[in-house]
């Protein structure tokens, strides 16, 4: 009896193991082609949609410079074309409607946002000489510029520049540790800095006069926190739309997470493309910065309209950082079973709960009280 009991606890540990494994597998794949991009269509007409260096997938969403949405729904990967059909015209927060000003709490605060680079050798050409250099790649270099230009606006800017090299299908499953410890820092959010890989003219923009590119969002739709970022998304591409019409030039949903299921607030920024000036992508990012700041902490726009920003930490569901801390504590209890037996393992488990959970609340009440 004793040992069908333990086999029971071994079986259903292996069964959420397996789950949460899924889970946090399912940051791989589904990233940039390997070959060449992804021309997408208007469903049954050959008007061109937008172009992609992404993997694209039935599925995916793209919300246009219009404030268009639509839907992948045929893949020629051989001819790298795809077809998508029209859904609706998006709704867009109101800037001028939107209740204003930050909040007294968030004022006291620290604001804090955090930087990674899950490819960390993308490249601009004409500047870096290579579309990809190892260790530290020209984005490198655009998300320090990104990071001033936070810090300009009062925000201070972590930039982790770890290396998750080689490009492959894997890089997200190394950038994952990356951005899980930055989230441990408790950032108001946290930002993976990209270049496509597509023609430039798709990017190349001026704004008052100085050369820049264009900048995309990718949103993981494979992860329970999509809501929440789509929110802060479209509010960026809002207040841009208000002030520089056309400089965050789409949102794109494709089929992973990219880490986006870690917590709220973790977007994949896409400055410009490889074709172009790296100095094109730096200009970009200091007037970036700005859009940005006022979508998280409320602001003025050009026009003298008011912003009311997301005032939250990025700490919100964060179900993929529990995840990871269930799989690891599963795996801990099945040991334990199989070393000491139930009886002692429990005595075990309760001794370590009531001294952990313990300092962590003493750790949690004295955080808050210094909020």
Request: net charge positive; charged share 30%; no cysteine.
């Amino acid at each position: 009896m004793k040992n069908k009991w333990k086999a029971y606890v071994l079986m259903m540990v292996a069964l959420l193991l397996l789950t949460g494994i899924k889970v946090y597998a399912d940051t791989s794949g589904f990233e940039h082609s390997s070959k060449g991009y992804y021309t997408v269509f208007e469903q049954g007409t050959d008007k061109e949609i937008f172009a992609t260096s992404w993997e694209v997938d039935v599925g995916d969403r793209y919300h246009s410079t219009d404030n268009k949405m639509y839907e992948v729904v045929e893949v020629d990967r051989d001819g790298k074309k795809a077809y998508a059909k029209f859904i609706e015209d998006v709704k867009m927060p109101e800037i001028d409607e939107i209740f204003v000003t930050e909040t007294m709490q968030t004022a006291r605060r620290e604001k804090q946002v955090a930087l990674y680079f899950s490819h960390n050798a993308e490249s601009y050409v004409p500047t870096d000489g290579t579309d990809s250099k190892p260790g530290r790649g020209g984005i490198v270099e655009v998300g320090e510029a990104f990071k001033k230009g936070f810090e300009k606006l009062g925000v201070k800017a972590t930039v982790d520049t770890t290396s998750h090299e080689p490009h492959d299908a894997n890089s997200y499953v190394r950038s994952r540790r990356t951005a899980t410890r930055l989230l441990q820092k408790g950032p108001d959010a946290i930002f993976d800095i990209h270049r496509d890989a597509i023609p430039k003219e798709h990017y190349i923009t001026t704004i008052n006069e100085t050369p820049a590119a264009r900048i995309r969002i990718v949103l993981g739709r494979r992860n329970q926190n999509l809501k929440a970022n789509e929110e802060l998304a479209r509010k960026i591409k809002a207040i841009s739309d208000d002030t520089h019409p056309g400089f965050v030039r789409d949102i794109f949903y494709a089929r992973g997470n990219y880490n986006q299921d870690l917590a709220p607030r973790v977007l994949l920024f896409e400055f410009g493309t490889h074709e172009h000036t790296r100095e094109r992508a730096e200009n970009s990012a200091g007037i970036f910065a700005e859009i940005v700041t006022k979508a998280l902490y409320g602001g003025t726009t050009a026009k003298g309209e008011r912003v009311q920003g997301e005032q939250q930490s990025s700490k919100g569901t964060g179900s993929g950082l529990t995840w990871l801390f269930v799989i690891a504590g599963l795996g801990g209890l099945a040991f334990l079973l199989l070393s000491t037996g139930g009886r002692e393992m429990f005595s075990k488990v309760r001794g370590f709960a009531k001294r952990e959970f313990g300092s962590f609340l003493a750790r949690r009440n004295k955080r808050d009280g210094e909020k």
